[in-house]
């Protein structure tokens, strides 16, 4: 029988992109650590996420060609911050971040590649690029991490193709374009049949994408450095003496525990996402706390910022939005339920648009899915859920699909059936069968398609107009990759409502991410990165990986801050 140890150098709360690369980056560097986590499996929302990480000034981008700097990019994010532009934190990410991520590229398991036009979400911005600063965690087969494999968090279902996972960089293109290319189908039809082999052969999916292969990598790299990862294991408070937080009280199957930190402890537990109080606090559009559908991990309740009030914890305020917003759709299960679809890409498509309940356009469709829902927010009445439909007509749906509807050849019958998918003949009947106004739907469309065949454009809210806009959009669409009528029936929509990808409010940190009193002190001992320490973007969306990208620099440097005083102390 093994024994369990009580006492680490580091102990980390939580096992996703933060936590783990704190974990990895301290034992590289000598000292034990142990990883706390929650839910019976390790991997949080990263698990769940499209594996992007934003690095300004990266080596794969100069390699590449990519004309970036510390300079435009602290530009960039000043502009983006506006008046919660945090100078220490935001040059700590510029200066270490290439840094880091050149680090888990020659000592660990983790490997990205880059998206070399995946545009920054707001490129016309100071500092702004149409790409080079995003990149993707590189696949991984499963076996990967041996005997703990089991233990790996799945992927969000919804965001699969019939279980089967789909990388978000080039690999997504190709699935779109597998019935016009000739390589597309290539490459599809062999992913379909290693797909298949794999579930004969092993009963899942052996190769893995996105977050749910950054989280394999990541914790394939900490097992081999020695790190423990205990799952099941809730924090439940912390252990302080003489003013240092010393360990933390855990909680598990078997009862509560003491375990002690030499060094420090790291709260990584990925926000508030599902905590009902925070929701009616913070989040306007669902003052009950219902009616917001998050895609995140159901465990990330708010535990580390109810455990550190007693601290006199400081918690980011006056933020622009205090989450990550995302449209979502909810599809059906087998069983009951709904699962939250988010839509991501589809928005930005020729000939899709999107209205609230009175018919009226709200929003540039193809802009971020985080301004996206800012808008919706902003267009809300009060009264209901914050609801949108995306409207298209029938050769649209064939091309590019919409949400969890596929392209063609895969049959709408199923989403039809069970009401996800809505049609209509004629707008008319697909405003009655929504309950969206007729009158209001048909001058939209109307008015919409008279530019789009005229000149091509969206004079009413500018898609196609930006970098990211052309990103989403279709190349071989013209002129606008953005913009087509929508005219030929019949007519579909799909409900859309609100989500976030996590919580941009979290523990005010410093520049090596310890945790500030009220008063601008850092707490001895206490750590915070990833969703547990508030965003260095004072709640506004970059670009594609903004919150991991972050998480995973300031868990290297929090890593490293810990082995440098340690080696101090010993001195």
Known sequence: ???????????????????????????????????IEKAEQFGGTTSRSGGWIWIPNNSQGKREGIQDSPEKARAYMQAEAGNQFDAERVDAFLRHGPEMLDFFDAHTQVKFTLGSYFSDYHPEQPGGLEGGRSLNADPVDRSILGKEADRLAPPLPEATFLGMMVGSNKELKHFFEATRS????????????????????????????????????????????????????????????????AGVEVRTASGTRT???????????????????????????APTGEGHYSPANPLNTGDAMRITSRLNAAIASGYQQPAAWVPVSLVPRKGGGHGPFPHFVDRGKPGVIAVTKNGRRFVNEANSYHDYGSALIAAHEGEGPAESWLIVDHPTLRHYGLGHVKPYPIPLGPALRSGYLMRGATLAELARNTGIDAGGLEETVANFNRHAKETGEDPEFGRGTTGYNRYLGDPDHKPNPCVAPIETGPFYAIRVVLGDLG??????????????????????????VGNDAASILGGNYAGGGVTLGPAMTFGYIVGRHLAEEAKRQAA
């Open 182 to 245: 000739v390589k597309s189908f290539g490459y599809v039809g062999a992913l379909l049949a290693r797909y298949g082999y794999e579930r004969l052969r092993y009963g899942k999916p052996m190769r893995l994408t996105n977050g749910t292969a950054m989280v394999a990598r990541l914790a394939r790299s900490a097992f081999d450095l020695g790190v423990e990862i205990r799952t099941g294991t809730e924090l439940a408070d912390l252990i302080v003496e003489d003013g240092r937080v």
């Open 1 to 35: 029988m093994t024994e369990t140890k009580d006492e680490f150098d580091v102990i980390v709360a939580g096992s996703g992109a933060g936590g783990l690369s704190t974990a990895i980056t301290a034992a590289y560097e000598g000292l034990s650590v142990l990883v």
């Open 259 to 285: 375990l002690r930190a030499r060094r420090g402890v790291v709260l990584a537990t990925g926000g508030f996402p599902f905590d009902m109080e925070m929701r009616k606090k913070l989040y306007r559009h």
């Open 503 to 528: 919580s941009f409010i979290g523990h005010r940190t410093d520049a090596t991410a310890r945790v500030l009193t009220e008063e601008g002190a850092p707490i001895p001992g206490l750590y915070a």
